[in-house]
């Protein structure tokens, strides 16, 4: 006999498999494209499979479910959608699925069955609805196939981004030193400090951060791998769907993924390329790599701050370190506006009197720091 606890889980399952049903048939009946609406309706069908699943572990507690009934808040979304068109709901349904996806892998009911696999492709389907254009057009292959992603750009970003941080933050730093103290050796000290510290900091941070991402990456590798081998059809429907969202009509959708899951060799690169969003060759890129490119990066922002003590000292080597720093804020916004489109000089402008401010703030504490210690 469940508990209390496990009747109560039963019945939020089911409930939320209910409004999830409603809210995709209310999606496919607004949805004008008809292979779009198909993946709705098909998606509302396992979701009623899945409130009769609940339901049944409930009967078979002597508990009686009830109707089906939507919660109001499916009720209002279902409503908005007819109204409005699926696509004004898309991103809210999608949350909450990418939300739930691994809910039913924790839950003993549902172990196993295909529940939670089947969530995690509802979960994947959506992300791709939410990727596609409106009015996109599926009638060739290359709209499938091509993963064209702006690398580049990523890199460059990347690379302005982490000078950026290694010039802003030296800067309140050294300024922050040369407000308590007029002493260049103290201040070439704590600025040479702040860039080592600074650097291997953010280079600790991004190896954790890609090697954590390797290792999720590999571990849904893992979990496409089992489910290919136990349920090799499902996996090849779940594809059709997903290029289905993508917007390629339901035949030559079948008859694609049919044919990239028939050599095993490749298959489960196509799975996790197309379902997972996953380059099995990349996995993320290496987190040395990562971590050498973050330290470098960071380096180099954090150098101008201190390069002027290095040669100077005193009043001097204070006025070049601001002079030298505003010219890289400046250049560093100027930068920015390859990804933003913003007129050079304001962005520019904008960063030359934020980083300024921070120094000034630092330097107006480090003042007052000086004093007290004194």
Not at 299 to 306: D, E, M, N, R, Y
Request: proline fraction near 3%.
């Amino acid at each position: 006999m469940a508990s209390r606890d496990d009747l109560q889980r039963f019945h939020s399952n089911r409930q939320d498999e209910i409004d999830a049903a409603i809210q995709y048939r209310a999606m496919a009946e607004a949805e004008l494209d008809d292979g779009i609406s198909r993946v709705y309706r098909e998606l509302a069908d396992v979701e009623d499979r899945h409130a009769t699943f609940w339901e049944k572990q409930l009967e078979a507690n002597g508990v009686d479910p009830g109707p089906r009934t939507p919660s109001w808040r499916a009720r209002t979304l279902t409503w908005l959608a007819r109204r409005f068109g699926a696509r004004v709901i898309l991103a809210t349904v999608a949350s909450r699925e990418d939300a739930g996806r691994d809910d039913y892998a924790r839950q003993s009911e549902s172990k196993h069955t295909r529940m939670a696999a089947q969530e995690r492709s509802h979960a994947r389907v959506l992300k791709v609805m939410l990727r596609r254009t409106e009015g996109a057009s599926g009638s060739t292959l290359a709209r499938v196939e091509g993963r064209h992603r702006n690398v580049g750009a990523n890199a460059l970003r990347a690379a302005v981004l982490g000078a950026n941080d290694g010039l802003c933050s030296n800067l309140a730093l050294v300024m922050g030193v040369a407000g308590a103290t007029a002493s260049a050796h103290a201040i070439l000290i704590a600025g040479l400090a702040g860039l080592l510290a600074g650097a291997f900091s953010m280079a600790l941070g991004e190896w954790i951060s890609v090697t954590s991402s390797r290792e999720l990456a590999e571990r849904e590798l893992q979990v496409e791998r089992d489910e290919l081998e136990a349920t090799p059809e499902e996996e090849r429907e779940e594809l059709q769907l997903i290029y289905e969202a993508k917007g390629i009509p339901s035949e030559e959708a079948k008859q694609l993924s049919t044919s990239l899951l028939a050599d095993p060799a490749t298959a489960l690169d196509v799975l996790a390329r197309e379902e997972l969003g996953i380059d099995p060759d990349e996995l993320g890129g290496s987190p040395w790599t990562a971590a050498l490119t973050s330290f470098v990066l960071f380096a180099i922002g954090a150098t101008f701050p201190v390069l002027p003590f290095v040669v100077s000292s005193g009043t001097g080597a204070l006025v070049a370190s601001i002079v030298v720093s505003g010219g890289a804020l400046f250049l560093v916004g100027a930068a920015i506006t390859l990804f933003t489109g913003r007129p050079v000089w304001r962005s520019g402008g904008r960063q030359l009197v934020l980083g300024l401010a921070a120094a000034g703030l630092t330097f107006g504490v480090g003042s007052l720091l000086g004093v007290v210690i004194e």
